[in-house]
C-alpha cells in the first residue's frame, strides 16, 4: 500500500525557516518524480515544486523560486521541502504528492 | 502567465450527468498536457480520480471518465450520487513551466 506521510508543519514567524518531510513507503520510492502541492486556508491547489526519481531534475513554481527548495533522500524514501523567508502568505496546508497519491498534508502557519 | 479554467460552480441532479471542464490560456488542451483530475471533500486531502486524460485508479468511481472535449479537459460525471459533492481540481503540465493547477469547480448534487 502507498502511504505518504509529511511532518514538519507548524507556526513560525515571518522571515523564518521551515523544513517539511515525507516519508514514502509501498512502492520503488526512487523510480518516481515526487512533489510539493500547497493550499492555503479556503483557497484552490497550487503547484510548488517537483523532484525526479534520482534527483537531477527539480522544478519550482516561479513565484516561489530561490525560497523554497525541494530535495530527496532515496536511501530514507524521502522527500524536502525547505522553506525561507516565509511570508503570511506562504501560510497554507502542504501536500506531498506522487501524482497519483497524495499524503494528509501538514499546516504552515506563518504569523508573528 | 498561464491560466487554467475551471467552472467555479455547477449542479447536477442525483443520478444526472455532468461535465467539467478544464481549459488553457495558451490554447487547446492536447494529451500532451497529461491532464489530472481531483476531487478533494471539506477536510480531506484531495485524492486522484483521473490521470494522464482518461485513466482511472483502482478507487474511481466508474461513473467519472475523462476526455478531451472542445479543447478542453474534461471529467464527465454519469450518474451523480450524493458523496460526488466537491471540489474538483484539475491539473495540467506545460513545458518549462511545469504544472499548473485549475482555480477548481464546486459540484453540487441536489
Known amino acids: 500500500e502507498v502511504q505518504l506521510v509529511e511532518s514538519g508543519g507548524g507556526l513560525v514567524q515571518p522571515g523564518g525557516s521551515l523544513r517539511l518531510s515525507c516519508v514514502a513507503s509501498?512502492?520503488?520510492?526512487?523510480?518516481?518524480?515526487m512533489g510539493w502541492v500547497r493550499q492555503a486556508p479556503g483557497k484552490g491547489l497550487e503547484w510548488v515544486a517537483n523532484?525526479?526519481?534520482?534527483?537531477?531534475?527539480?522544478n519550482y513554481v516561479d513565484s516561489l523560486r530561490g525560497r523554497f527548495t525541494i530535495s530527496r533522500d532515496n536511501a530514507k524514501n524521502s522527500v524536502f521541502l525547505q522553506m525561507n523567508s516565509l511570508r503570511a502568505e506562504d501560510t497554507a496546508v502542504y501536500y506531498c504528492?506522487?501524482?497519483?497519491?497524495w499524503g494528509q498534508g501538514t499546516l504552515v502557519t506563518v504569523s508573528s | 502567465q498561464t491560466v487554467v479554467t475551471q467552472e467555479p460552480s455547477l449542479t447536477v441532479s442525483p443520478g444526472g450527468t455532468v461535465t467539467l471542464t478544464c481549459g488553457s490560456s495558451?490554447?487547446?488542451?492536447?494529451?500532451?498536457?497529461?491532464p489530472y483530475w481531483f476531487q478533494q471533500k471539506p477536510g480531506q486531502a484531495p485524492r486522484t480520480l483521473i490521470y494522464?486524460?482518461?485513466n482511472k485508479h483502482s478507487w474511481t468511481p466508474a461513473r467519472f471518465s475523462g476526455s478531451l472535449l472542445g479543447g478542453n479537459a474534461a471529467l464527465t460525471l454519469s450518474g451523480a450520487q450524493p458523496e460526488d459533492e466537491a471540489d474538483y481540481y484539475c491539473?495540467?503540465?506545460?513545458?518549462?513551466?511545469?504544472?499548473?493547477f485549475g482555480g477548481g469547480t464546486k459540484l453540487t448534487v441536489l
Open positions: 504528492m506522487r501524482g497519483d497519491y
Open positions: 509501498g512502492f520503488t520510492f526512487s523510480s518516481y518524480w
Open positions: 523532484i525526479k526519481g534520482d534527483g537531477s531534475e527539480k
Open positions: 495558451t490554447g487547446a488542451v492536447s494529451s500532451g498536457h497529461y
Open positions: 494522464e486524460t482518461s
Open positions: 491539473l495540467l503540465y506545460y513545458s518549462g513551466v511545469n504544472w499548473v
